[in-house]
């Protein structure tokens, strides 16, 4: 049979959607006033030649993943999913997850007190994860990182660094963690994603310079293969400032080589991502 599939002319790799609508958990950094629906997610894919997208869920949903796996379920072949569990969620719930494209799990550790992954509970629910050959993603400052990823790598997940692992651009590249952090890419098990160059805590200049100045050491450290690019749609807490227009514009102004540029949009997410 002939494969009817959408080319991949580019992958999202990470986006949120929404609705102000949904129960928000109590401790939360953020409530949303506006709805980020898929319908208008796509639309954006499509203003930018984009053809493929990754939902992430969102912090102040906690776990009710439901409104992402309803979108996942409208659009099958253009989205994957990423979500977030408590440790003793059932393989059954899990094994469904999978089957409507979620593909990894995210651990947004940003204000929390830090996990320690050599728990048994912890160590349970890895091993389920291991099994689905899902990904864990983490979303913690820098000088954080390291040390969480030290814990992971010996239980062989892929592992995946949300927003270049949210270093101060102000600090440059010698802030603490992050050289720790660029030398774990060569375990192989560490997937970047190039995103978020707003919340990198510098002026729109220093962002930037920072971002261009750590990319050019990820592809050393980690290589094309494990850089994925992200608009991070709706932009929450930065909306007023950012839109889509404005990371496509941050993705050109990196100045990055065709391959490169293909690496970050296709053929890294695509492997990543199972697309």
């Known amino acids: 049979m002939p494969d009817t599939r959408s080319p991949i002319t580019g992958i999202d790799s990470h986006a949120h959607v929404f609705s102000r609508e949904l129960a928000l958990v109590a401790a939360r950094r953020y409530t949303p006033d506006y709805d980020a629906t898929l319908a208008q997610y796509l639309d954006h894919l499509h203003a930018h030649g984009l053809s493929h997208g990754v939902l992430v869920q969102p912090s102040f949903l906690g776990t009710d993943n439901r409104y992402l796996l309803a979108a996942l379920r409208q659009a099958p072949e253009q989205l994957r999913g990423v979500v977030v569990l408590e440790r003793g969620v059932s393989r059954a719930e899990l094994q469904d997850m999978a089957r409507a494209g979620v593909v990894g799990v995210r651990l947004n550790l940003m204000g929390q007190a830090l996990p320690d992954f050599r728990e048994a509970a912890w160590k349970a629910f890895f091993a389920h994860i291991a099994e689905l050959d899902w990904h ?140």
């Open 136 to 275: 864990v993603e983490l979303h913690r400052h820098v000088e954080d990182l390291p040390e969480l990823i030290r814990q992971l790598l010996p239980l062989g997940i892929r592992l995946v660094v949300d927003h270049f692992g949210r270093p101060d651009a102000r600090q440059g590249l010698g802030q603490p963690g992050f050289a720790e952090l660029m030398a774990l890419g060569a375990s192989g098990q560490v997937w970047m994603k190039v995103s978020g160059i707003y919340r990198l805590a510098g002026t729109d200049r220093q962002n930037l310079e920072f971002a261009q100045a750590a990319l050019a050491v990820l592809e050393q450290r980690f290589g094309p293969q494990r850089l994925v690019w992200g608009s991070d749609w709706p932009h929450t807490q930065h909306e007023q400032s950012v839109g889509f227009d404005t990371v496509i514009g941050q993705l050109q102004a990196l100045a990055c080589p065709a391959p490169l540029r293909h690496a970050l949009l296709v053929q890294a997410p695509r492997a990543l991502f199972k697309f």
